[in-house]
């Protein structure tokens, strides 16, 4: 078959081991360069960060999908169209010069070729959820699997620094108890039918309660709050004074941070009265779902074959 000089000249382009450098280089600086916007944070973490209310920061919440971005992902496509002409090449080269068999290379860029997929499948199927729970409470972690907090335990080392958080959590799967207790630790995540939950933050919630003005309850945790006219309060933490445990509200106008107020059971702010002032601690349990994750291993298993085996003929080669 005849092929036009352009047509043969982006073939060459295609398969070229030069190209293949090229790409590797850009997407290991793209990729360096991206682990410097902090990825899929929530707009709490922006909220503590630059100190703007809830409601102006959802919209932050979602800026950093830079892994599938067509800034990444071209490059990407681009190196897997690569090496798809690399292995097609191969082939027929082999076929048409009647060389030997030699299958390691072969299975390596097939290997590569489903750890692209099995990326790709990640980016575009990964899902994550965090819940804070305390004990007692109870999260839906999928559509059969429900988890029960029932301990939570913060281990220190002397110098007062975090050294270990375990939650206990019981399971049931469909409403049937499948896991009577399961300490799940940071690095001792809890695996149920493609979801992982793992251990992912510790910390005091403050539990406010409000009457409005005619006298129904109204409750809150750390993290939220109302607006009143031009202001947003937002309830930021929950503090020991004089007077006992108090609330902590922050006062903002748009972005702008313009008053607090530590406010005690009796204390009036905008049309709530306070009730009461407490604080429970909770732990951050983070679900995972991944289903790029069995084509990746798979993927591996090739890339190791390939190499084994290129090893092995390459070893009978240079035998006497």
Same mark, same amino acid.
């Given at each position: 078959m005849l092929y036009s000089p352009s047509v043969a000249s982006l073939y060459r382009f295609l398969k070229s081991v030069r190209l293949a450098v090229v790409l590797i280089l850009v997407i290991t600086v793209l990729a360096l360069l991206a682990t410097l916007v902090p990825q899929d944070r929530s707009a709490a973490w922006y909220r503590a960060r630059y100190g703007a209310p809830l409601s102006s920061l959802i919209g932050l919440a979602?800026?950093?999908?830079?892994? /599938?971005?067509?800034?990444?992902?071209?490059?990407?496509?681009?190196?897997?169209v690569n090496l798809g002409a690399c292995a097609v090449d191969r082939v027929i080269s082999r076929q048409r010069n009647h060389a030997r068999r030699r299958y390691g290379p072969d299975l390596?860029?097939?290997?590569?070729?489903?750890?692209?997929a099995a990326g790709l499948v990640t980016a575009l199927g990964r899902a994550e959820k965090t819940w804070p729970l305390a004990v007692g409470d109870e999260a839906a972690v999928s559509p059969a699997y429900t988890l029960r907090l029932?301990?939570?335990?913060?281990?220190?080392?002397d110098n007062g620094m975090p050294k270990a958080w375990i939650s206990r959590v019981s399971v049931t799967r469909n409403g049937v108890r %499948?896991?009577?207790?399961?300490?799940? %630790?940071v690095n001792h995540p809890l695996r149920l039918r493609g979801v992982r939950v793992y251990q992912s933050s510790w910390d005091t919630e403050g539990i406010l309660e409000l009457a409005d003005p005619e006298g129904r309850l109204?409750?809150?945790? /750390?993290?939220?709050?109302?607006?009143?006219?031009d202001s947003f309060w937002y309830f930021a933490e929950t503090k020991l004074g004089v007077h006992g445990l108090g609330a902590v509200f922050q006062e903002y106008k748009g972005r702008a941070l313009v008053s607090a107020r530590s406010l005690a059971p009796g204390d009036v702010i905008g049309p709530f009265t306070v009730r009461s002032v407490s604080q429970r601690e909770v732990t951050g349990l983070k679900a995972v779902r991944d289903p790029g994750l069995a084509?990746?291993?798979?993927?591996?298993?090739?890339?190791?074959a390939g190499?084994?085996?290129t090893f092995i003929q390459k070893r009978g080669d240079t035998a006497p």
């Open positions: 979602r800026l950093d999908r830079f892994f /599938t971005s067509p800034l990444f992902c071209a490059p990407v496509f681009l190196f897997s390596i860029h097939v290997g590569l070729l489903l750890l692209i029932l301990s939570l335990q913060a281990l220190r080392y %499948e896991i009577a207790s399961f300490p799940i %630790e109204v409750k809150a945790s /750390t993290g939220q709050g109302f607006q009143d006219g084509p990746f291993l798979a993927a591996l298993l090739l890339i190791l190499l084994a085996l």
